[in-house]
Protein backbone atom coordinates (compact mmCIF):
# COMPACT_ATOMS: atom_id res chain seq x y z
CA UNK A 1 0.00 0.00 0.00
CA UNK A 2 2.60 2.56 0.97
CA UNK A 3 4.53 2.05 -2.57
CA UNK A 4 1.24 3.13 -4.56
CA UNK A 5 1.04 5.88 -2.80
CA UNK A 6 4.54 7.42 -2.52
CA UNK A 7 5.16 6.57 -6.20
CA UNK A 8 1.88 8.23 -7.29
CA UNK A 9 2.93 11.02 -5.30
CA UNK A 10 6.47 10.98 -6.56
CA UNK A 11 5.20 10.84 -10.50
CA UNK A 12 2.37 13.04 -9.80
CA UNK A 13 4.97 15.83 -8.17
CA UNK A 14 8.23 15.22 -9.60
CA UNK A 15 7.50 13.74 -12.96
CA UNK A 16 4.48 15.91 -13.64
CA UNK A 17 2.23 12.80 -14.06
CA UNK A 18 4.19 11.14 -16.69
CA UNK A 19 6.30 8.42 -15.71
CA UNK A 20 8.76 6.56 -18.19
CA UNK A 21 12.23 5.70 -17.94
CA UNK A 22 12.73 8.66 -20.14
CA UNK A 23 11.06 10.72 -17.45
CA UNK A 24 13.00 9.41 -14.09
CA UNK A 25 16.34 9.88 -15.87
CA UNK A 26 15.44 13.57 -16.85
CA UNK A 27 14.59 13.95 -13.46
CA UNK A 28 17.60 12.74 -11.70
CA UNK A 29 19.89 14.37 -13.99
CA UNK A 30 18.14 17.83 -13.47
CA UNK A 31 18.23 17.14 -9.68
CA UNK A 32 22.00 16.49 -9.81
CA UNK A 33 22.53 19.28 -12.45
CA UNK A 34 20.82 21.76 -9.49
CA UNK A 35 23.47 20.48 -6.74
CA UNK A 36 20.36 18.84 -4.98
CA UNK A 37 21.74 15.17 -4.97
CA UNK A 38 23.64 13.52 -2.42
CA UNK A 39 24.72 9.76 -3.70
CA UNK A 40 25.04 8.52 -0.20
CA UNK A 41 21.94 8.68 0.73
CA UNK A 42 20.78 6.23 -2.17
CA UNK A 43 24.09 3.89 -1.73
CA UNK A 44 22.20 1.76 0.46
CA UNK A 45 19.60 0.97 -2.14
CA UNK A 46 21.85 0.75 -4.76
CA UNK A 47 24.00 -1.72 -2.63
CA UNK A 48 20.77 -3.73 -2.23
CA UNK A 49 19.65 -4.42 -5.71
CA UNK A 50 23.00 -5.07 -6.60
CA UNK A 51 23.33 -7.84 -4.35
CA UNK A 52 19.74 -9.36 -5.60
CA UNK A 53 20.46 -9.05 -9.17
CA UNK A 54 24.30 -9.65 -9.67
CA UNK A 55 26.42 -12.35 -7.68
CA UNK A 56 29.37 -14.16 -8.24
CA UNK A 57 29.70 -12.56 -11.58
CA UNK A 58 26.26 -12.96 -12.98
CA UNK A 59 22.78 -12.05 -13.13
CA UNK A 60 20.32 -13.93 -11.16
CA UNK A 61 17.43 -15.48 -11.95
CA UNK A 62 15.61 -12.32 -10.11
CA UNK A 63 16.95 -9.84 -12.95
CA UNK A 64 14.78 -11.22 -15.98
CA UNK A 65 12.20 -10.54 -13.66
CA UNK A 66 12.53 -6.53 -14.20
CA UNK A 67 11.43 -7.16 -17.59
CA UNK A 68 13.41 -4.15 -18.45
CA UNK A 69 12.80 -2.75 -21.80
CA UNK A 70 14.82 -1.09 -24.75
CA UNK A 71 13.54 2.22 -23.20
CA UNK A 72 14.69 1.36 -19.74
CA UNK A 73 18.19 1.95 -20.70
CA UNK A 74 19.11 -1.70 -20.16
CA UNK A 75 22.96 -1.63 -20.93
CA UNK A 76 22.88 1.22 -18.35
CA UNK A 77 21.17 -0.90 -15.53
CA UNK A 78 23.22 -3.90 -16.13
CA UNK A 79 26.69 -1.86 -16.01
CA UNK A 80 25.39 -0.05 -12.57
CA UNK A 81 24.25 -3.72 -11.08
CA UNK A 82 27.45 -5.60 -12.05
CA UNK A 83 29.98 -2.57 -11.11
CA UNK A 84 31.17 -1.66 -14.70
CA UNK A 85 29.85 1.73 -13.62
CA UNK A 86 30.38 3.43 -11.21
CA UNK A 87 29.19 6.74 -11.89
CA UNK A 88 26.78 7.99 -9.02
CA UNK A 89 24.25 9.67 -10.92
CA UNK A 90 24.21 7.16 -13.46
CA UNK A 91 23.79 4.30 -10.48
CA UNK A 92 20.80 6.80 -9.06
CA UNK A 93 19.24 6.70 -12.85
CA UNK A 94 19.58 2.92 -12.32
CA UNK A 95 17.78 2.79 -9.20
CA UNK A 96 14.98 4.54 -10.07
CA UNK A 97 14.46 2.71 -13.29
CA UNK A 98 14.25 -0.52 -11.04
CA UNK A 99 11.97 0.90 -8.92
CA UNK A 100 10.17 2.48 -11.94
CA UNK A 101 9.66 -0.92 -13.23
CA UNK A 102 8.21 -2.34 -9.98
CA UNK A 103 5.99 0.36 -10.26
CA UNK A 104 5.28 -1.35 -13.87
CA UNK A 105 5.16 -4.74 -12.97
CA UNK A 106 3.13 -4.46 -9.23
CA UNK A 107 0.88 -2.31 -11.06
CA UNK A 108 -0.32 -4.42 -14.17
CA UNK A 109 0.56 -8.12 -13.05
CA UNK A 110 3.56 -9.78 -13.52
CA UNK A 111 4.55 -9.77 -9.88
CA UNK A 112 0.99 -11.16 -8.68
CA UNK A 113 2.02 -14.60 -10.80
CA UNK A 114 3.66 -15.05 -7.45
CA UNK A 115 1.61 -13.37 -5.24
CA UNK A 116 4.37 -11.56 -4.37
CA UNK A 117 6.72 -13.25 -1.98
CA UNK A 118 9.52 -12.24 -1.15
CA UNK A 119 8.97 -8.62 -2.10
CA UNK A 120 8.52 -6.57 1.34
CA UNK A 121 12.77 -5.49 1.69
CA UNK A 122 11.90 -4.59 -2.12
CA UNK A 123 8.66 -2.11 -1.30
CA UNK A 124 10.90 -1.11 1.94
CA UNK A 125 13.94 -0.11 -0.38
CA UNK A 126 12.31 1.53 -2.99
CA UNK A 127 9.81 3.57 -0.28
CA UNK A 128 12.95 4.87 1.52
CA UNK A 129 14.51 5.75 -2.15
CA UNK A 130 11.21 7.05 -2.95
CA UNK A 131 11.18 9.55 0.19
CA UNK A 132 14.66 10.42 -0.22
CA UNK A 133 14.11 11.64 -3.76
CA UNK A 134 11.17 13.76 -2.79
CA UNK A 135 13.32 15.64 0.42
CA UNK A 136 15.81 16.33 -2.30
CA UNK A 137 13.44 17.49 -4.42
CA UNK A 138 11.88 19.62 -2.60
CA UNK A 139 14.79 21.18 -0.93
Do not use: C
Not at 11 to 37: D, F, I, P, Y
Not at 57 to 67: E, K
Amino acid sequence: MHFSLLWSYFEAEALHANGSSNAVTAWVRELHRQGKLNPATFSPAIGYFKDRYFQGGHYTHRFDSLHLRANDSPDLVKAVLSGDNHDPVDSIVALFIIIYRFRNNYFHGPKWAYNLQGQLRNFTVANDSLMAAMDAWRA
